[in-house]
């Protein structure tokens, strides 16, 4: 059984390599049985949970396990999350795989999956909402997939922002990055708008989107929240990375339901439904797009079988 540190799960899933993993992943068959995520406690105000994501296919299965516990102090981390990998035909353990670092490279990465699809060829100006761990990957795996000329990065902190900024220009030389000062402005330009906040209260407008314009929102995991407000999902052709997950906790998509303002029926389909070429994606220059992904364990089984395959690995103990 292999160990495989954050360091070699960077090196082992680069963009736009990995993205082409990802979607080798969600066009084949496979297994993903509901996540469950368990309160650690029974109390009303309790924020500590503990996960299981499993997912297998032909080769490999997979389990990324994670404990959030949000109120840690230092030299705690509010999350820890591992992925035990093993091999599908014998049943044997193969690796043990660094957690935080598939899920921040997954993320991302299926993002820029989505793009591939639904966004126009042509896009040149993107808006990056969020200044958190993910912003960086987003804008590399953005940038990998589309020839984009611009991406301009909000944040409420706009010091934050640009921190972004200067972290990540030396890897995507030919994109200007710039703090973005203005949202709407910045929105109704942009061929793409990327949501990574975990706002509870929309931020992106449907009004504010072009034509053509293609619209991820990958921040906000509760049925009650959103990232985008009811127009930008009925202005869509709409997407999700899988129904099961998005149909329980994305208020994207849940709350214009629950207003009578669209149905879960006008999801045009999955993830794997675009990689499979089974529905059409976007199907013209004028039409917006719109994808919400929650995460899935498929991203994180590709990530750690990834990086097992592309790392030598350390033998645990030794």
């Not at 981390?77 to 035909?89: E, G, S």
């Not at 909402?129 to 990065?153: F, N, Q």
């Not at 208020?251 to 993830?271: C, W």
């Amino acid at each position: 059984m292999q160990f495989i540190s954050p360091e070699q799960v960077h090196s082992a899933l680069a963009y736009p390599k990995f993205i082409d993993a990802l979607s080798d992943s969600f066009a084949s068959t496979y297994t993903m049985p509901a996540r469950q995520v368990l309160a650690l406690d029974e109390a009303e105000d309790n924020r500590d949970a503990f996960a299981l994501l499993p997912a297998w296919d032909k080769n490999s299965i997979g389990l990324k396990c994670f404990a959030y516990m949000p109120d840690n102090e230092a030299p705690y981390d509010p999350l820890y999350a591992q992925v035990l990998l093993f091999d599908r035909k014998h049943g044997f353990p193969k690796a043990l795989v660094d957690g935080i670092s598939v899920t921040l490279l997954r993320t991302a990465g299926v993002s820029g999956l989505a793009s591939r699809y639904l966004s126009r060829e042509n896009s040149e100006r993107m808006v990056l909402l969020g200044t958190g761990k993910l912003a960086p990957y987003l804008i590399r795996a953005h940038a990998s997939v589309r020839k984009l000329k611009t991406i301009e990065v909000w944040g409420r902190n706009t010091d934050k922002a640009q921190a972004v900024v200067d972290e990540v220009q030396a890897d995507v030389p030919d994109v200007e990055l710039v703090v973005c000062k203005n949202l709407e402005a910045s929105c109704r330009e942009a061929d793409i708008v990327v949501a990574a906040t975990g706002s509870h209260d929309p931020l992106i407008h449907g009004e504010w989107l072009k034509p053509g314009a293609y619209v991820d929102c990958l921040g906000n995991h509760h049925a009650d929240g959103r990232e985008c407000d009811t127009e930008t999902v009925t202005r869509s052709r709409v997407f999700v990375d899988t129904k099961a997950n998005c149909f329980k906790e994305a208020g994207e998509i849940l709350l214009p339901v629950e207003e009578g303002k669209f149905s879960l029926d006008e999801v045009a389909g999955e993830l794997s439904d675009l990689c499979r070429g089974t529905v059409t994606g976007r199907e013209n220059d004028e039409q917006v797009t719109f994808f919400k992904s929650v995460g899935c364990a498929l991203g994180d089984l590709c990530g750690a079988a990834t990086a097992f395959e592309e790392s030598k690995g350390v033998e645990l103990g030794g």
